[in-house]
């Protein structure tokens, strides 16, 4: 019988070091997902452009668009760096109001 109780009193400290573990876990993810939350919605917003998925998806394309048009530039190919400069400024333009 006392044996029992030892094991049941291990057993209920272990579940309570558990799910203060799992809880303060669960508080550190939930802080991150809102900062990362709050940042793409003060990025939306100060570009003037809906925070959905698709318009965030479409700047970095056109980031990196616009970023291979710069390195073209360099490489001195120019006729495909003005191409890639125009196409990444249209498809930012789409997206920026």
């Known amino acids: ?3 029992e109780g030892f094991f049941e009193s291990m057993g209920e400290a272990l579940g ?3 799910r203060w573990i799992i809880d303060g876990l669960y508080g550190l993810f939930e802080a991150i ?3 990362g939350r709050g940042f793409l919605n003060g990025l939306a917003s100060a570009l003037g452009m ?3 998925l698709l318009s965030l998806a479409a700047l970095v394309v056109g980031l990196l668009i616009l970023v ?3 390195r073209a530039l360099l490489r001195r190919a120019f006729i495909s760096g003005v191409l890639l400069l125009l196409l990444g400024l249209w ?3 789409l ?3």
């Open 50 to 52: 809906d925070a959905s």
């Open 16 to 18: 309570t070091l558990l």
């Open 1 to 3: 019988m006392r044996v």
């Open 33 to 35: 997902a809102d900062a």
């Open 68 to 70: 291979s048009a710069v």
């Open 95 to 97: 997206f920026i109001h």
């Open 91 to 93: 498809l930012l333009s």
